[in-house]
């Protein structure tokens, strides 16, 4: 097996819990190594760190692997994928759908697979990974008895991983699911949608707001397949209006609509949601819920200043849109924003808008987005609620 050797005190961050070892980090290396192979990983003393996937072409250069790795990445992966899905049955035992694979949260590297009733939808952003797709797929198909295994990968990631930029279908074919998160139930087309076709990562925030909706006028904006604005119904809501730029998503919100057989007041607007705001403030038209779930601004750190001013005057006008002692739900996805950035940004936009703000609550990604303490790459979404006086 080959192996790699860090330079002097870059063994830091690993020992602390970090799972990647970047390029710069490696003074020398023994032994042929190809791409996606398991490697030997030692510190400047010559001491064994772990296992991990192996890439040349990746800033990452590896991506360790638990503890529990012995010989077969056969059985590592069996492992990995059962610990998993016994974790989603304990924190979700009345659900048959969502996110089955967090990558290094869940000891795989690398590969996220999102579960649709039988159907799994794979994005697989490591070479290692790559590789062993076989295992991946064997696993499916005798533990979970998979009935259509495919990809749908975003190609930037594959490639910072030097990896083939298409998708493939394993078994079966892509095929559309009707779904729940517990109550709303949704009909996933993976090959239209966004990401993998659903953002399983919101399901427990979208049933927390339950509780500050009754009778209230609630606008959801970006609303994709209308997750919240939909439990904002469930929980009573007076009114309810959906806008999304994308009119492929209205159209789903729509049939997600029909599927829960609702029989509220609704209205959905397909178009930018800064232009809309924009129409909201000039006709003086006010939400007593105002719910922000936007795509990520910052894809990169470059970009992360730009994103921050976007953030501020995303919040600043949804805020001028918010009656007083209504509520503020705002979120961001972007990894490179911190909880603070994201805080300071909100606390600028109350300051442009003159409004102040309570923070009633905080949170992450739902309970099958497990984040690794020591690896903030693992923790990305911020989801606040404020209360605006």
């Not at 975003?154 to 095929?175: H, I, N, P, Q, T």
């Not at 990562?201 to 979208?206: E, G, L, M, S």
Request: aromatic residues 12%; proline residues 2%; glycine residues 6%.
């Amino acid at each position: 097996m080959a192996k790699i050797f860090l330079k002097k005190n870059e063994e830091r961050r690993i020992k602390n819990g970090h799972l990647w070892i970047f390029s710069n980090e490696i003074k020398t290396a023994e032994g042929e190594a190809q791409n996606g192979d398991i490697i030997e990983a030692y510190d400047s003393s010559n001491k064994l760190l772990g296992h991990g996937f192996y890439n040349r072409y990746s800033l990452i250069s590896v991506r360790l692997l638990a503890p529990y790795f012995s010989d077969s990445i056969e059985i590592y992966i069996r492992t990995a994928l059962l610990k998993a899905y016994s974790y989603r049955q304990l924190v979700y035992p009345s659900r048959n759908s969502f996110r089955l694979a967090f990558s290094e949260s869940d000891s795989l590297p690398g590969l996220i697979i999102d579960k649709y009733n039988d159907t799994y939808v794979m994005q697989v952003y490591s070479a290692g990974m790559q590789k062993n797709i076989e295992h991946i797929i064997r696993v499916l198909v005798e533990e979970f008895k998979a009935k259509n295994i495919f990809t749908k990968n975003e190609s930037y990631f594959r490639k910072l991983e030097g990896l083939e930029e298409k998708d493939e279908v394993y078994l079966g074919e892509r095929a559309e699911e009707i779904i729940d998160d517990g109550s709303i139930k949704y009909k996933i087309d993976p090959v239209t949608s966004q990401k993998t076709g659903f953002y399983f990562d919101q399901c427990d925030n979208r049933n927390y707001i339950e509780q500050f909706i009754y009778g209230k006028n609630v606008l959801d904006a970006f609303c994709n397949s209308g997750g919240f604005g939909f439990h904002a119904m469930k929980a009573g809501a007076g009114q309810v209006t959906f806008v999304d730029s994308s009119e492929t998503e209205i159209k789903n919100a729509k049939q997600n609509y029909e599927l829960n057989s609702f029989d509220r007041n609704h209205e959905f607007v397909t178009g930018d949601v800064f232009e809309y705001f924009k129409k909201c403030i000039f006709e003086n038209t006010k939400y007593e819920v105002v719910i922000l779930d936007p795509p990520a601004f910052a894809k990169s750190k470059k970009s992360l200043p730009t994103a921050l001013k976007g953030y501020v005057k995303l919040n600043r006008l949804a805020l001028q849109c918010t009656s007083e002692n209504g509520f503020l739900i705002t979120s961001s996805c972007s990894h490179h924003v911190s909880k603070e950035n994201f805080i300071s940004t909100v606390n600028a936009a109350s300051l442009k808008s003159d409004r102040m703000l309570q923070l009633i609550h905080f949170a992450g990604a739902s309970l099958d987005h497990p984040v690794l303490p020591a690896m903030e790459e693992t923790s990305y979404l911020k989801f606040a609620v404020f209360r605006v006086c």
